[in-house]
C-alpha cells in the first residue's frame, strides 16, 4: 500500500502547528504528526488531529451554482463568470463591498484585497478579524506602533509570570496552552483572569473570576497596586516610553482601589492584591489575552491597558515577556498583513497616505479605489440593513456572516437587502444559501500557498491531492474574474509563489521572504525585510516601531459595557468557542470524531442562578435577548459565575448571535460578543 506524507500547516487555530496529511489512491485519508515542526513538536489538540475529515465529505461543492427562481442550478464556470462581471459591472465602486478570509492563503487575501481596489475600485474590503481582534491591530499600534503578538509561542515557556487573560487557550490555542504548562513546570505563577474557569483556569495559582467587561477597572488596579509598591520599571519608563504621567494620575484614583475594584469585578481584594504582586515583582511577567479583551465596545481601551500594564513593569522586549495576543484563526493575521482590511494596503501601509496608493498603482498597473477607509464586516452590515440601496452588491470569500456577526436578524435583513450576493467557499454555509451566485472553491489541503501565525510566523501550505468535482483554488478563481473584468495584465500568476512574490516585493515586513526561504519547517517570522534578515520573533527589543522609538501610554477610564444587566434581562451573557468546534461549523460540525464529542450548543448556567429559576442540568430553556430568542439545552455548573451565563456560537440550530448586540467599538468597530444582557426561562409544556 503506497502512503505519502505531505507536510502542511493546520486550518483551524492561529498557532500554526505542523503535520502531516496521509495520501493514499490521491485522496487525503488522515493526519501524521511533524517532529520536525517547531510550533508543535510533532503534538496535536483534536482539531488539528481530525483536520482531514471533512476535506472529502460528501457536503463539498462541486460546481458553481447559479440561483434561478429562488433556487440553485448547477451552471459551468464561464456562465458563472459570465454572469458575476456583467453585473458587477453595472454598480459604481462604492456600491460594491468584499469580504476576505482568514480562512485561505496570504496569496488569495492579498488578491481579493487587489481584486477591490483595483478592479471593482472599492475601499469597502474588510474580513473577520473585525470580529476577533481589530482592537489588536488597533491598540497594540498606538502603544507600540505595530498591532501583532510581540513574542514567540516557544517564549511563553520562559516566563516566570503569566497573566492569561480573557482566553480560553488550553481548549482554543490548545498547543499555546502547552507552553504555559511548561512555564508552570518550570516555576512560573499562573494568574487566570476570566468570568468561567475553563481548563486553562484550572491549572492556575490563582482564578480572577471577573465579571465581563471589566477588564480596564482589574488592570488599573493592577497598576495602582504596582505604582504603590515601586514595583514599576522606572528605567525602562523613562527612556523607552512618553506619557507615563497621564496613566499615573488616572490609575492612582481611589475609583481603582484594590476595594472599589473589588466591587467593579466581583473578585476579592486579597486575590487582586495577590496577583498584582506575583505580577510586578517577577521581573519576566507576560500577558496572554484573546477576545476576552478585544470583543467588547472598549476592545481598544482593554488591549491599551494591557500595553500600559506592559511599559510599567517594563516586560516587553525580552525572553518570557511581552503581549500574546492570540489571534483565532489560522490565517487572520495573515489577512491582515495583506491589507484586507478596510483601512490599509499590505504592510499595514495607510490608504490616506497618497505615496502608499500611488506606490500600489505603480505596481499593479492601474488607476485604484480611493484612497479612504471603506466599509468594514460589521459597518457594511449596517450600511445594507440600515440604509438600504447604498451597497448593492457583496461579494464574499469563506466568510460566513449568518452565523458568525452578532444580532443574526439584523444581518439577515441586510443580506436580503443586498440586489446580488456572489459566495465562494467549499461549502454551501448559511451565507452562500442567501448568495445569487456560488463559486465552489478549494481547501488548505488542495493548494499551495502561506499563512501567518499569531506569532507572525509565515507557514507554507502544501498541496496534497486535487479538489473535488470543478472546485477551483480562490487564487484562480479571483484572477480568472480578474480577466472577465478586463484585467487579465494585473492578475497574470501561474501559482501562488509567482503571487508571494509580489507580495514580498510591496509589503515591507514580507520583503526578505521567499517560498525558497519558506521552505524549511521553521519558516520565518516577519518582520523579515531583506533576503539575508533572520526574521524577528521578539517584537520591541531595542525600541518601539513609532517614529521616535518610544512606547506611548494611554490612560484609560473604566467604562461599562453597552447593555448591562436590568430587572427584565437580568442575565449577563458571554459567548465563545468550545475545543471540538471551529466558529462557525462549516468544517468540524463534517468532522465526525469532532461533531461526536459535541453535536449541539448548550448554556452554562451557576447552580444558584438555576436552582432559583427551578432549572435542571440538560433540561430545554429559553433565552432571550432584545434581539431574539433560542432553544437550547442546560448545562448547569460551578465554572461559571453567579448571574452570568456562557453559550458558544458555533451551532446554527441554537444560534448565540442571535442574541449578541450589534454595539461596536467606536474605533475598531469590533462587536461586543463578549457581553450582554438576556434572560432564562423554563420551556412550559404545551
Ligand atoms: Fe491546529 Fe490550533 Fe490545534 Fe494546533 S492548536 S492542532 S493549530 S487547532
Redesign the pocket.
Known sequence: MEFKYVPT?????????G?NLVVKDKKVVGVQPWQRNP??EG???????Y?WEFINSPDRLTKPLIKKDGKFVEASWDEAYKLIAQKFKSYKGEEMACLASARVSNEENYLMQKFARAVLKTPNIDHCARLCHASTVVGLAGAFGSGAMTQSIADIAESKCLLVIGTNTFE??????RRIMQAKMNGAKIIYADPRLTPTGKIADLHLQFYSGTDVALLNCFMQLILKNGWENKDFIKNRTKDFEKVKEVVMKDTYSPENVSKITGVPAEDIIKAAEWFGKSGQSAVLYSMGITQHTTGVDNVKSVANLQMLTGNLGRPGTGICALRGQ?NVQGACDMGALANVYSGYQSVLVPEMKKKMEDAWGCQIAEGKVGLTVTTLINTLADEPGKVKCVYIMGENPMLSDPDLHHVEKGLKNAEFIVVQDIFLTETAQLADVVLPATCFAEKDGTQT?TERRVQKWRKAQDPPGEARADWKIICELGAAMGYEKQFPYKSAEEIFNEIARVTPSYGGMTYARLEKPEALHWPCPTAEHPGTPILHKEKFSHPDGLGIFTPIEWKAQAEVPDKEYPFLLTTGRCIWH?HTGSMTRRSPSLEREEPTGWVEINPEDAKALGIADKEMLKVSSRRGDIKIGARVTKTIKKGVVFIPFHFIECAANILTINALDPVAKIPEFKACACKIEKIKEA
Open positions: 500547516t493546520c486550518p483551524y487555530c492561529g498557532t500554526g502547528c503535520f510550533v508543535n503534538k496535536l489538540c483534536p482539531k488539528g488531529n483536520a482554543q490555542h490548545p498547543l499555546i496552552g489560522n501565525s471551529w
